[in-house]
């Protein structure tokens, strides 16, 4: 399916070839227009200060296929302004083959990566290069949400650029069935909806978490939305950084909102068995059954566009649509949480100093945006240059987000995802042993964020 490595805590489930490499795409993005594709080529000179620096950039990630292709068509302009060529290694297992090459001394030059949490422990060890002095700090601040910089920094240098977002939590609807509040005023809105729905004996929700080695990571997500919401920044930082317990009041009562969905056979379709054993990506599809099985399901935003391809006679906006994520608290109403791969430099040269000015540019980020497979991170672009009517109006909630946080399942280090996975499976199973699967938990985080 269309961009599910943009979905956060989908690292473990690519189901991709062997490490592979590919040659670099010769075309820029087909759907960009012309003065799109020459400002991006004039940004590129410009991040390389008008030299030609040839060589080759070895670039790590998980992409493969059409996504690569696309991906390697916004590089385009850098390759021809630049004459350096990026290399793009794909690996099915990014996190372990990172490590061993790393333990190895055969770190790429650089790395993609949807773990920002991964990266962010690279950085606290060394390993990686910092790149703040070599890009343009105020422009940093006006184009990208100051929660993508701050993870992707630490001891006050930063380390990582964003490239692409994916808006998580979106609720999703059929506009010729659906007969709730859209949008609702607030979460309560919509849960004395969803409750009348209920009584009435037609389960408002579908939800599967299902997905392999990743299995449990939509329910992950659904936790950190009622976390962001519910406590706010501050707790929902302290938490993802190890600081804040599992066990805490905010983290238990963010598993309690999240079990009221997921764990209630009148909520949710097929009720919780169903939960545990429904691949993500085919839940939603309940939505079109006949009859429905559901009027609303979580996902995040690449999820209409998919189902339009996916599902007959399904067209974006007339049969699939969605409002965002209701607010909890009003006072956190304005908040966002992305996923996306950031990028990280493991050397300074000319050329991985040039790479990252352009990365930065808004002129890249339109032909990110332009490809219709991602949004781009960078704010400083107009949403008219996103193909999809759906995907405009994802941007346009990134765009006018108070603050954005990224998933805290990618930013948190591997060891602490897995458990956070395993528990939400454990929690939808027996939600009456919550406190243990917290203290479980806590136990987790006491080692996950050791320096190794």
């Known amino acids: 399916m269309r961009r599910l ?4 805590g989908l690292t473990a489930a690519l189901a991709l070839a062997a490490c592979t490499s590919k040659a670099p795409s010769t075309e820029a993005p087909a759907s960009a227009a012309p003065a799109a594709v020459q400002a991006a080529r004039d940004a590129a000179a410009a991040a390389a200060e008008g030299k030609q620096l040839g060589g080759t950039l070895n670039l790590l990630g998980l992409l493969s296929g059409e996504q690569l292709n696309q991906y390697m068509s916004t590089l385009k302009p850098f390759q021809d302004a630049t004459g350096t060529q990026v290399k793009y290694e794909t690996t099915a297992d990014l996190p372990a083959v990172l490590q061993t090459r790393i333990a190895a001394g055969r770190a790429p030059d650089l790395v993609s990566d949807p773990s920002a949490g991964q990266l962010r422990q690279l950085a606290e060890q060394g390993k990686l290069v910092p790149i703040g002095d070599w890009l343009d700090q105020a422009a940093l601040r006006k184009d990208f949400p100051a929660g993508l910089l701050d993870l992707a920094s630490t001891g006050g240098k930063l380390y990582g650029l964003f490239y692409n977002a994916s808006v998580q939590n979106l609720i999703w609807y059929d506009p010729k069935s659906y007969d709730g509040p859209k949008p609702p005023a607030d979460w309560a809105d919509l849960q004395r909806w969803t409750a009348s729905q209920a009584a009435a004996g037609s389960t408002p929700w579908c ?12 329910g992950a997500a659904l936790i950190e939305q009622f976390m962001l919401r519910q406590a706010g920044t501050g707790p929902y930082d302290d938490w993802w950084q190890g600081k804040l317990s599992w066990t805490s009041p905010q983290v238990r009562a963010a598993f309690d909102a999240f079990g009221k969905l997921a764990a209630d056979p009148k909520m949710v379709a097929g009720g919780p068995t169903a939960v545990l054993t429904t691949s993500f990506s085919t839940a939603p599809q309940g939505l079109y059954a006949k009859p429905p099985r559901c009027k609303l399901t979580p996902q995040a935003e690449w999820l209409g566009n998919t189902l339009a391809q996916s599902v007959p006679d399904v067209k974006p906006v007339d049969n699939v649509d969605f409002f965002t994520f209701p607010a909890l ?9 992305t996923s996306g791969e950031m990028l990280g430099a493991f050397r300074d040269s000319p050329q991985t100093r040039a790479f990252m000015r352009y990365l930065a540019t808004p002129q890249f980020a339109a032909l990110v945006g332009a490809t219709g497979q991602w949004l781009p991170a960078n704010r400083g672009v107009s949403v008219e240059q996103i193909p999809s009517a759906l995907s405009k109006k994802a941007a346009q909630a990134y765009a006018k987000a108070s603050d954005v946080r990224y998933a805290a399942q990618s930013a948190m280090p591997p060891a602490m995802q897995s458990a956070f996975f395993k528990a939400v499976l454990d929690y939808v199973k027996t939600p009456a042993s919550l406190d243990a699967i917290l203290a479980g938990l806590d136990k987790t985080r006491q080692t996950a964020y050791q320096p190794s």
């Open 5 to 8: 490595m943009c979905a956060a």
């Open 207 to 218: 939800l599967g978490v299902e997905s392999g080695a990743a299995s449990g990571w939509l």
């Open 329 to 337: 608290d009003q006072a956190n109403g304005g908040l966002l949480e």
